[in-house]
């Protein structure tokens, strides 16, 4: 397309379709040479249109840039994009900033602006905080409407309050909104978690008299929970009550059943409404096959399992390597290898060949049962079956070999599975499978475990070509905090935030029990001074780690010194951060300054009144 003069230019809306259409397919570039062909004649969907094609591929900042070059005022269809795409990063504050933005500008937020907000906010902060801005949404005239009210209700059963879910389910029709199945299903699923099957069954009940019919979402959802609690016979009353609300129970529901029943060891029952499925108008599929399959392997009757599978081919549903694979898998996690051996062999006996996957099985089957042996043997004989390794062979022998209980009863046995399992990452990369940070993770791990802490320091060393994760420099720094070595976990922090990685809560945790055992209130502000010198900010969490480590070992003094460290370091304090340093003060026999810091607290609203009643737990 020619990007000359106006009158070259190509009609706006058929190029409006072709960008979206661009875009939806992942041709950016593309759809940014039509953009730029349209030159002057781009209109406000044209910009949007562009604008959530960035967005959708991840080009934040070039989204940005585009709507700071808008000839056009910016509206809900320009921002909404911008703070979806912010909000699936995990990135809400940057969120919050372009919301802020966007009112600032005079463009007013759509309900849906607020639903993603709410929904991000809800994974981020929990419910309670995302209430707060539900409040602002409707003080600015903005009513919420049904999927903002499921986004909330989803998140309060997503954190286990269900009862403020069914609380605030209930509130809808005075809020002006009716609840839809979409409503329902979460509080349907968490009352069945809960084991509340009698309220599970009467929202239910509530569903239809509201004219909201469940569907098979909705039954299937308690089916699936009442036969995971081992309630089959409850989950089979329910199914046939389906038809009273013109629901047809299908595949899934009838799998959900199968399963059941083969947990409780009813595989005869199984077995039998397999054959029926057919006369119920559901046809069976490889997963109900499977399903059944796992439950009579499991029984040990492979004869009857042979028979099944020469069922499924007749019944044009052949097994593959997913059936084979899926039932290996289970009977392994059961515990169950040399069934699941048996499997494998008669996996060639219907022309498959056992992949990677199926020997991972067998060999995770095997280590977790202590037959390292048998392992190693299957593991060197692999590549003569015509099996390359990959890494997930690997780093299952390797947690095999340094999980062997014998550790601790041989010194000697466990030098030589510690060299057998360090021999393993040699050969690995011999055979071109460079190990991974999980394979050092699990290494490393067991290492320290066993006490063999300068080992896992030189292990690590050695590995920084290899790029260590976050994990691996956690598993290492927690362990040599809680051993007193607060030394080397600082320097061993230093060479983390060099490579690139930030602390997370697990790492400031893991030096604030460190700190917390250290001699005087010197040493423990000199540790905290030094992880400031790395360009480190701990946050409360991290301080109130330190605070309560400091008072569980009855170490008031240094308590009230790091909470003074805190705060003139910019650092808030939160509730618990005050209940901490009010018990330091009760122990250390302050009572008095306890008392009017208490009662300065609580009339500022930072604590609760209740908290004087309360007997400090150190005083």
Same mark, same amino acid.
């Given at each position: 397309?020619?990007?000359? =003069?106006?009158?070259?230019?190509? #009609? ?16 950016? #570039?593309?759809? *940014?040479?039509?953009?730029? &062909? ?7 969907? $044209? ?49 919050? &900033? ?7 500008? =005079? ?75 979409? $409503? ?33 979402? &909705? ?17 089979? /009353? ?7 609300? =013109?629901?047809? #129970?299908?595949?899934?529901?009838? +799998? ?15 077995? *039998? ?55 290996? +898998? ?6 169950? !290898?040399?069934?699941?051996? /048996?499997? !494998? ?24 049962? /202590? ?36 550790? *601790? ?75 007193? /070595? ?12 060099? +490579? ?6 697990? $790492? ?12 005087? $209130? ?29 008072? *569980? ?19 808030? #304090? ?11 003060? &009760? ?18 609203? !930072? ?8 007997? +400090?737990?150190?005083?």
């Amino acid at each position: 397309m020619s990007s000359g =003069g106006s009158g070259n230019r190509p #009609p706006v809306v058929p190029c409006n379709i072709l960008i979206k259409r661009l875009c939806s397919a992942g041709r950016v #570039p593309d759809a *940014e040479r039509v953009f730029a &062909a349209l030159g002057a004649s781009a209109t406000a969907v $044209t910009y949007n249109t562009m604008v959530n094609g960035y967005c959708r591929a991840g080009r934040i900042e070039d989204a940005r840039r585009l709507i700071g070059a808008m000839p056009f005022p910016p509206d809900t269809f320009t921002f909404n994009p911008l703070i979806r795409a912010l909000c699936v990063r995990g990135r809400v504050p940057d969120a919050l &900033a372009v919301f802020d933005d966007m009112i600032q500008r =005079g463009c007013s937020p759509s309900v849906v602006t607020y639903s993603i907000l709410l929904d991000a906010t809800c994974k981020a902060s929990g419910y309670r905080q995302a209430m707060a801005l539900l409040d602002e949404m409707r003080a600015k005239g903005c009513e919420p409407d049904i999927v903002t009210y499921n986004v909330l209700i989803n998140a309060m059963c997503n954190e286990g309050d269900v009862n403020e879910a069914l609380s605030f389910l209930c509130s809808l029709p005075s809020r002006g909104c009716k609840p839809d199945a979409v $409503t329902y299903t979460p509080v349907l699923k968490s009352l069945c978690g809960s084991e509340r099957w009698k309220e599970a069954e009467e929202l239910l009940a509530e569903m239809a008299s509201n004219k909201c019919a469940p569907d098979e979402v &909705a039954f299937n959802t308690i089916i699936t929970s009442l036969c995971q609690k081992g309630l089959v016979d409850r989950a089979i /009353k329910v199914v046939d009550h389906m038809s009273e609300h =013109g629901c047809i #129970p299908d595949i899934v529901t009838y +799998s959900s059943i199968l399963d059941g029943l083969c947990n409780e060891g009813r595989i005869d029952d199984a077995v *039998e409404l397999l054959s029926r499925l057919q006369s119920y108008g559901c046809k069976p599929d490889s997963i109900a096959y499977t399903t059944v399959l796992k439950g009579l392997y499991s029984a040990e009757r492979c004869e009857h399992a042979e028979e099944l599978l020469a069922e499924m081919v007749r019944c044009d549903c052949s097994p593959d390597e997913v059936t084979f694979n899926t039932i290996i +898998s289970s009977l392994c996690q059961k515990g169950l !290898v040399n069934c699941a051996i /048996k499997v !494998v062999k008669q996996m060639s006996e219907h022309r498959y060949i056992p992949d990677i996957i199926t020997y991972n099985c067998v060999i995770d089957g095997l280590c977790n049962e /202590k037959c390292i042996d048998e392992a190693m043997n299957l593991l060197s004989n692999l590549q003569s079956y015509g099996c390359k390794l990959d890494i997930v062979t690997y780093n299952t022998v390797l947690k095999g070999l340094c999980g062997v209980d014998r550790w *601790e009863d041989a010194e000697q046995l466990m030098k030589g599975l510690l060299l057998q399992a360090i021999e393993t990452l040699k050969i690995m990369a011999e055979n071109g499978c460079i190990p991974n940070s999980t394979t050092y993770n699990i290494v490393v791990d067991a290492l320290l475990k066993a006490g063999k802490t300068q080992v896992a320091l030189e292990l690590l060393s050695g590995m920084i070509n290899d790029t260590p994760d976050l994990t691996t420099y956690n598993t290492v720094i927690s362990n040599i905090a809680k051993a007193g /070595k607060m030394e080397e976990a600082l320097d061993l922090l230093r060479v983390m935030v060099s +490579s690139g990685l930030c602390p997370d809560t697990t $790492t400031y945790q893991s030096l604030a029990y460190g700190i917390s055992r250290e001699d005087g $209130t010197d040493r423990a502000i000199g540790m905290l001074c030094r992880v400031q010198d790395m360009g480190l900010s701990p946050d409360t969490t991290f301080y109130n780690a330190l605070l309560l480590g400091l008072c *569980e070992n009855w170490r008031m003094d240094i308590a009230i010194d790091c909470f003074a460290h805190m705060v003139s370091n910019g650092c808030m #304090p939160d509730e618990s951060t005050y209940i901490l340093l009010l018990e330091a003060l &009760a122990y250390e026999g302050l009572l008095d300054e306890a008392e009017e810091l208490l009662g300065d607290l609580c009339s500022r609203g !930072v604590l609760d009144k209740s908290l004087i009643e309360k007997e +400090s737990r150190y005083s």
